[in-house]
């Protein structure tokens, strides 16, 4: 799609996944973030949670593939703002991505050739609780 062609208010959801100790595990591993809030079981039955959590920037990653599925050879990721970890995610609850096109504006340097979308990114566990919720930006080809 090119950049004329996106419509702010657009939404799209993805299809849910549910979060393994394997994920936690193994982006332990690529990130070297082994806390015993991810970790430790015993540890964290001591603490308020009660239960391991995956890590926030699990979630992000996992919640942002999730949107994927879509390849549009005329955009591509550009950032992220405002990265809010409202709720702890545990092994074995399910989340969902829902996206809304937000905001279209201009390339300040490059007008001729892109545009920015900036696309709101909501990501719910099986309550539909709010657990993660951020502000993507795509430079796109106009």
């Not at 970790?39 to 391991?52: H, I, L, N, S, V």
């Not at 599925?69 to 990265?83: C, H, L, Q, R, T």
């Not at 920015?116 to 609780?129: A, C, G, L, P, Y």
Request: aromatic share 10%; net charge neutral.
């Amino acid at each position: 799609m090119k950049f004329s062609e996106y419509e702010i208010g657009t939404t799209r959801k993805s299809f849910s996944r549910t979060i393994t100790e394997a994920d936690i595990v193994t982006h332990a591993g690529q990130t070297g973030d082994f806390y015993p809030h991810h970790m430790d079981a015993e540890w964290c039955a001591t603490q308020p949670f009660g239960k391991r959590m995956a890590h926030g920037t699990l979630i992000l990653s996992v919640g942002i593939g999730m949107t994927a599925g879509e390849i549009n050879p005329d955009a591509m990721s550009y950032g992220y703002e405002k990265v809010r970890f409202i709720k702890p995610v545990f092994i074995g609850d399910t989340i969902t991505v829902t996206s809304e096109i937000i905001g279209s504006r201009d390339h300040p340097k490059k007008n001729d050739q892109f545009g920015f979308i900036d696309e709101k990114v909501t990501i719910t566990n099986q309550k539909n609780e709010v657990v993660l919720l951020l502000f993507k930006i795509y430079i796109v080809n106009r």
